[in-house]
C-alpha cells in the first residue's frame, strides 16, 4: 500500500526556517508530480509548491515565492520543503501530495493528487 509520511514540522519564532520532509513507500513514485499543500484553520487547503519526476522544474504559489523551496531526492524516496523567513501566516498543517497522472504538469489543485499524506502542523510564533 502506498505511503507518504510527512515529518519536519514544528513550533518556530518569525522569520525563522524550517525544512519538511515527505517519504514515500509501497510504490514508486520517481515518475509522479510531487506537491506541498496546506491548510490553516477556518481556511480552504491551498497549493504551496510542486516539482516535476527530477527536479528540473518547480511551481510556487506567490505567497512562498523567494522564501520556500522545494527539492526531491530519488535515492531516499523523498521529496522536501525547505521553508525561510516564515511569518505567522505560514501557520497550518502541511501535506506532502502525488500526482501521477502523467503529461499534466504541475498542477496546483489539490483534486489532481491521488495520494496524500496525514500531514504535519508548523506553528509560526510571533
Known amino acids: 500500500q502506498a505511503r507518504l509520511v510527512e515529518s519536519g514540522g514544528g513550533l518556530v519564532q518569525v522569520g525563522g526556517s524550517l525544512r519538511l520532509s515527505c517519504v514515500t513507500s509501497g510504490r514508486t513514485f520517481h515518475d509522479a508530480i510531487m506537491g506541498w499543500f496546506r491548510q490553516a484553520p477556518g481556511k480552504e487547503q491551498e497549493f504551496v509548491a510542486a516539482?516535476?519526476?527530477?527536479?528540473?522544474?518547480?511551481n510556487y504559489a506567490d505567497s512562498v515565492k523567494g522564501r520556500f523551496t522545494i527539492s526531491r531526492e530519488h535515492a531516499k524516496n523523498a521529496v522536501y520543503l525547505q521553508m525561510d523567513t516564515l511569518k505567522p501566516e505560514d501557520t497550518a498543517v502541511y501535506y506532502c501530495?502525488?500526482?501521477?497522472?502523467?503529461?499534466?504538469?504541475?498542477?496546483?489543485?489539490?483534486?489532481?493528487?491521488?495520494?496524500w499524506g496525514q500531514g504535519t502542523q508548523v506553528t509560526v510564533s510571533s
Open positions: 501530495a502525488a500526482d501521477i497522472t502523467y503529461g499534466m504538469g504541475l498542477r496546483s489543485n489539490a483534486s489532481d493528487y491521488e495520494y
Open positions: 516539482i516535476n519526476w527530477n527536479g528540473g522544474r518547480t
